[in-house]
């Protein structure tokens, strides 16, 4: 173009930041500042939420401070989306802050808050906004439901509220019941509300699937996913692993490989979230040959897939052979978080390795791990096995100067 001007930025940056291209927009932010151009609220409400995963967090921080020294922040539509920024990050203070200084009580702000509290766990909090925003004769709407549906309100109350207030007509509120009913097992109403949609959904359907195969209906989920087929409805990845995670009963390996199947004739089995939930079947169902050979077939192989083929390893009483990933993990340049740690932890305990125990307990310890409970219980679990009565007393403490010495976790050769 040989003309741009605050709008065409503007729509660039909004274009990126919305299909998860996060660096790309705030890239293009800094480079429209160095082209003299001056963001403006629409810049900021198009970039600031490209800063809501946690390694963009100081980025997002600067932004904010801009948005401060310019009186940008003054708009309610950037508090909005800084306050969910913060609440993506875990910084609900921040979002409370925003919050409260807003002059303007907008269902948006309000939907906002709700969902920070939703995503953080703060349940209680959430309902708690939910009954002061109708105190102020705030009108809920879709997405308000949906931000309480999140923050795990009783489906059957919301269903409630939403046919007496005609929201129940959104289509997207009555997909988010039916997930919701499909999750607390609840099938039954889950099909009936189903039914009562205007088109026929994959998500609901799926939600519906899972929910047959965690209670071991096999044969019902079987029939679901048949009327999917006939439907012409394409599965994706995220429908095929909640499916896979379902089938833990052995006496349903039978409809897992025909799953798996399904997944590589469809090209499934390529998407990452598959593969590590063929995975975690497989593990399930001890079948170490399947997990090597899936695990080998992977062109990419992030943290997630090394801590499924590490667990399954140990899962299925073969440590040695996790260890040995463990060492192969390592020399890929990828740093083991609290599932590795408690997945080694497990395969120390089965082999008796008090050493490699110790050094672990020195990762914990130097990277704060030791807040997770399972870390903690593997590593008391591995003293109790080695025999070492009294480090497993201090493995709960912060700072067991008996166990952890001057020893390096790097300096371990299996």
Known sequence: ?????????????????????????????????????????????????????????????????????????????VKNVLASMYAKCSDLEAAELLFQNMVEDS??????????????????????????????????NSVTVLSILSANADPESTHCYVIKTGIINDASVTTSLVCVYAKNRDTESAELLYKS?????????????????EK????????RFTQMQQLDMKVDAVAMVSILHAIT?????????????????????????????????YSKFIDTDAIFYLFSEMNKKPLISWNSVISGCVQA?????????????????????????????????????????????????????????????????VYTKCGSIKARGNGVQKHPKPVCSNMEFNDLRL
């Open 216 to 223: 071991g209906s096999m044969s019902l989920a079987v029939e």
């Open 249 to 281: 009963n052995r006496h349903h390996i039978d409809i897992g490989l025909c799953f798996h199947a399904y997944g590589f004739k469809s090209g499934l089995c390529n998407d990452c979230l598959v593969a590590n939930g063929l995975i975690s079947m």
């Open 317 to 381: 009483g073969r440590a040695s052979d996790a260890m040995e990933f463990y060492c192969q993990m390592q020399m890929s340049g990828l740093r083991p978080d609290t599932i590795t740690v408690a997945s080694l932890l497990s395969g120390c305990s089965q082999l008796g390795y008090m050493q490699f125990g110790r050094r672990l307990h020195c990762y914990v310890l130097r990277n704060n791990l030791e807040i997770e409970d399972y870390v903690v219980t593997a590593l008391i679990d």
């Open 1 to 77: 173009m040989p003309n741009r001007d605050i709008v065409t930025w503007n729509a660039l940056i909004c274009g990126y930041s919305k299909n998860g291209y996060d660096f790309d927009a705030l890239q293009l932010f800094v480079q429209m500042f160095r082209e003299g151009f001056i963001p403006d609220e629409t810049t900021l409400v198009s970039v600031v939420p490209s800063c809501g995963p946690r390694e963009l967090v100081f980025q997002g921080k600067s932004i904010h401070g801009y948005g401060i020294k310019t009186g940008l922040d003054l708009d309610v539509k």
């Open 197 to 213: 949609l205007p088109e026929e959904n994959l998500v609901s359907l799926t939600a519906i699937i899972s929910s047959y195969a």
């Open 107 to 140: 269902v948006v702000s309000w939907n906002t808050i709700i969902g920070a509290y939703g995503q953080n766990g703060f349940f209680d909090q959430a309902m708690l906004a939910l009954t002061k925003m109708r105190e102020k004769n705030v009108k809920v």
